[in-house]
Structures are given as structure tokens and as C-alpha cells.
């Protein structure tokens, strides 16, 4: 009762008019503070901190084509160099590739352009993921002449097919051509989250015959006891050889081995996003110091009413408890506000993401 009386008076004490300017700056201040760092927080979290979706994460790397006299240093492998990795390395218990390929949809409803991966068998063992339904790709799903299939993502199986479990099995029109679904893939691919359907990707040496064409994302999953370094000096041993046997199209060139997380997310943007959580951090506390300062001042302008409210006979712990009530009402709603602005903070942050 004493609570549900305090919080009466607090409430009519920051809303009255000679309260008003005071509330609102308090308030605005509040929002701003707490809202900007609960969004930085929450991007830091998501990109920086939280876990990404595969088993043993730490053993999965990227491996990446690199030519340091030509300045480049993160560039796409060539598929038959990709295959002659395979065939040599033996400091991952398997590699994988992706090429990136859309598609379009027509399988007797709307037609819809999709976004689409070509990945070789064992794409979804070496991230340690597994399939919502059914199996992912087989090394005979690349032959050249096997029955076409795919793998489309949860979402596309939930938005357009109800999330049926008779998808696996059934016959869709991916760019006019029927490809049996195998599979459904998780949404969530750890790198990319908007992927519509998944295809193997098929080895042929009339098109893939140069080995300077390239063009696939190349990934590994280091074998029991494997070191990074002891993986990466393989590579070099491995990409040196092929520079002496084919040396007009990888003469200079080597490759480079790196956690798939610092892929995932470059050195440099996690370099800022740990400045931009400091500095948020600093905007809180400048927040937090500026609503203190406004507390005292408004302290100030009411010595009078604390005087007669002392003289009426109110001891000092329950002038101290009204204070604390009205403090308490004004920093949740100040955090309510804060939580609103993060939410809208956070999914303008996610869009540039959710486009890639």
C-alpha cells in the first residue's frame, strides 16, 4: 500500500507541468544511452561473441587463394586445384567447396528467383551442420549424367511448401530443369543466412578445365591432433608443387589457412566493432552522469517541499524512499524507451547483412 502510494506521487511529480522539461531530458537522455549500447551490444554479441551453428567450430577453416606479388591476399580457388587438394591434403579430415548460383523456381506455383550455392559432397559434414530433413549431397549426386538434386533451405520448405515432410522425395523446376529434393538445409549456413536452395556442385573438365579459372570458396575441417600452423605449412607444400607442375596458371600463387570465423568476420570490423562498444560504453556513462546532474538540480529546487514535509512530521527514510520510487519509475521508463530505439537499431544493423 505505502509502494502504491509512492508510485502515485512519483508518477504526478514527473508529470506535472512544472516537471515536464526536467522528465522529458531525463527520459530522452535515458533512451539514448541505454538504447545505443543495448544495439551495440546486441551486433557484438551476434557477430563477435556468439558461438557460430557448427560442431567443433574451432577445427573448421577457410582456405584461401593468395598471391603476395600481386597483392592479393584473399582470392576463390580454381576447381581442379580444389581436387588436387583433395587428393594431397592430409591435414583435414575433408575439404569442401562453394560456388555461388542462383536459380529460379517453377515448380507449378509463382515463379520465384532464388538465391542459390553449388557445394561438392561433404559441405554440410566439414561445417558440422545437419540437415533439417532427409540427407545432404553424395559424391555420385556430382557425377556427370545423375538424376539432378537439390537441397532447399528451411525457410523456402516452411514459406512456400508448409513445412510438409513429403518435400524429400519430391520433384521441383530449378531453372526448367526437374531436380529431386534430397534434403532440407538449415537457414542458418553459419556465413550466410538467405540462401534459398543448394545444388551439387558437378565437376566438369570441359568447363573447369583451367586451372586459373577461379572461383570456389574453399573450406576444411582439420583432422584429430592437427594444428592450424601443421595444416597451413601442407598447403603451402601442396600449392608449391602445383606452381612447379603448372606453373603458366599458378606460378606466385600459394594459399592461406584461417579460422572460418575470422572469414566470417574481417579483422578489421571486429577491430571497430570493439571501438564502437567502448565508446557506447562511454555514451552510458555520460548519460548516466547527466541525469544525476538533473536529479540534483531538480534536488535543489525542492528543498522547500522537503522542509514542509519534514516540519509535517515525514522522517528522513521515507522522504529518501520517495526519492528512490520516483528515480526507480523514471529509469524504467527510460529503459523501456532505450529497449525500443535497440530493437529498431538492431534490425536496421542486421539489413546490410541479410542483403549479403
Known amino acids: 500500500e505505502v509502494l502504491a502510494r509512492d508510485l502515485r506521487y512519483a508518477w504526478r511529480s514527473l508529470t506535472g507541468r512544472p516537471s515536464w522539461a526536467f522528465t522529458a531530458a531525463a527520459l530522452l537522455t535515458l533512451a539514448l544511452g541505454i538504447g545505443a549500447v543495448t544495439a551495440v551490444f546486441t551486433v557484438v554479441h551476434a557477430v563477435l561473441l556468439a ?27 580454381s576447381v581442379p586445384n580444389f581436387r588436387s587438394w583433395q587428393g594431397q591434403a592430409r591435414s583435414f579430415s575433408q575439404l569442401a567447396a562453394l560456388y555461388g548460383a542462383s536459380a529460379n523456381l517453377t515448380d507449378g506455383g509463382e515463379p520465384e528467383h532464388l538465391n542459390g550455392h553449388e ?13 533439417i530433413a532427409g540427407r545432404g549431397f553424395l559424391p555420385a549426386d556430382e557425377e556427370r549424367g545423375h538424376p539432378p538434386v537439390a537441397m532447399i533451405s528451411e525457410g523456402l520448405w516452411r514459406r512456400r511448401y508448409g513445412g510438409a515432410p513429403s518435400i524429400v522425395g519430391r520433384t521441383i523446376d530449378i531453372n526448367l530443369v526437374p531436380h529431386v529434393v534430397v534434403g532440407v538445409a538449415p537457414q542458418d549456413a553459419g556465413f ?14 570441359e568447363f573447369f578445365e583451367s586451372r586459373g579459372d577461379r572461383r570456389l570458396l574453399v573450406f576444411g575441417r582439420l583432422a584429430p591432433g592437427v594444428t592450424l600452423e601443421r595444416a597451413q605449412a601442407e598447403m603451402k607444400a601442396i600449392t608449391s608443387r602445383l606452381a612447379g607442375e603448372f606453373p603458366d596458371s599458378n606460378q606466385g600463387w600459394s594459399a592461406r589457412v584461417i579460422p572460418v570465423r575470422d572469414w566470417i568476420v574481417e579483422a578489421e570490423v571486429a577491430h571497430r566493432l570493439r571501438i564502437l562498444r567502448a565508446a557506447v560504453s562511454l555514451l552510458l556513462l555520460v548519460a548516466a552522469a547527466n541525469v544525476a546532474n538533473l536529479q540534483i538540480a531538480r534536488a535543489l ?13 515525514a522522517s528522513r527514510a521515507r522522504l529518501i524512499r520517495q526519492m528512490l520510487t520516483e528515480s526507480l519509475l523514471l529509469a524504467t521508463a527510460g529503459g523501456a524507451a532505450g529497449l525500443g530505439l535497440a530493437w529498431a537499431g538492431f534490425r536496421m544493423a542486421r539489413r546490410p547483412s541479410d542483403a549479403k
Open 51 to 77: 558461438p557460430l551453428p557448427y560442431r567443433e567450430p574451432d577445427r573448421v577453416v577457410r582456405i584461401r587463394d593468395i598471391n603476395l606479388g600481386m597483392g592479393i591476399d584473399d582470392f576463390s580457388a
Open 119 to 131: 557445394v561438392s559432397a561433404g559441405f554440410w559434414s566439414v561445417l558440422g551442420l545437419r540437415p
Open 192 to 205: 550466410a543466412s538467405d540462401v534459398d536452395v543448394w545444388l551439387p556442385l558437378e565437376y566438369d573438365p
Open 301 to 313: 529546487g525542492r528543498l522547500r517541499e522537503v522542509g514542509i514535509r519534514l516540519a509535517l512530521g
